[in-house]
């Protein structure tokens, strides 16, 4: 029987390609024949969609985005139970949408769906590891209530340094793993002394280098599969969820 993997996917801030990392990251396991499923439980972004059934649905771009790459079909609800209209800290938009958000609520959520037969599953944050959710709590709370292990993503561009290693230490000390991270290229041209800051982190970071991804375009997850190496999670052992 195999092992099921189960990962918390965090960023070193908000748009700096946890949705493109986590679709490379799916895509890899698939290629290793896992069967792989990706969960974003809070939104904050989304817009109204017709369904085929004439109803409208609420949808978060990166939402569709793990669906579309994740091996396992589920409905959209389950991948995205909480999707948030406005593009703000999730604590505003639920503001906005007259909604409250409790940490312990949405890791039910999120053990709901993954009673589903799978191999591989990563749970997409919002925002950065402190990003709140509500005036007592931040995206971390839903991790630490699941109890995952956690993949950072860390953008490639001025200030990563600080960035990333400050929130591996807040990940740290929440009582969490941190087994891996990315590197992700966000734009055409490397940042300057790109070598000496991915030799840094490799250094301080204390966990291993998953892969660094280059510039992708187009925006396609398949074209770079091969930037990643996954064999580091797939020793870890298995989530008790």
Not at 47 to 53: A, C, G, I, N, Y
Not at 168 to 183: Q, Y
Not at 192 to 205: D, G, P, Q, R, W
Request: hydrophobic content about 45%.
């Amino acid at each position: 029987m195999k092992q099921k993997h189960v990962y918390f996917v965090a960023g070193t801030d908000t748009e700096v390609g946890k949705t493109f990392a986590s679709c490379v990251l799916l895509k890899a396991a698939e290629r290793r024949g896992l069967r792989t499923m990706a969960l974003k439980p809070v939104s904050a972004g989304a817009d109204s969609v017709e369904l085929e059934s004439g109803k409208t649905q609420l949808q978060n771009e990166d939402a569709l985005a793990l669906q579309k790459a994740m091996s396992i079909a589920i409905p959209y609800e389950q991948i995205n139970p909480i999707v948030l209209r406005t593009p703000a800290s999730p604590h505003i938009a639920a503001i906005i949408d007259n909604k409250s958000l409790q940490a312990d609520r949405i890791a039910g959520y999120c053990r709901g769906a993954l009673m589903t037969p799978s191999d591989f599953v990563l749970i997409e944050g919002a925002g950065g590891w402190r990003v709140p959710i509500s005036s007592h709590q931040t995206m971390a709370d839903i991790a630490r209530e699941l109890g995952l292990k956690v993949i950072l993503v860390v953008a490639l561009r001025l200030g990563c340094l600080n960035h990333a290693l400050l929130t591996a230490e807040a990940i740290r000390r929440d009582g969490l793993e941190l087994v891996g991270w990315i590197g992700n290229t966000l734009q055409d041209s490397p940042m300057s002394f790109e070598k000496e800051n991915i030799a840094t982190l490799k250094s301080a970071l204390g966990a291993p280098c998953l892969g660094i991804l280059p510039f992708e375009k187009n925006g396609l997850a398949e074209n770079v599969v091969d930037a990643v190496e996954i064999d580091a999670l797939l020793v870890k052992e298995c989530s008790n969820l």
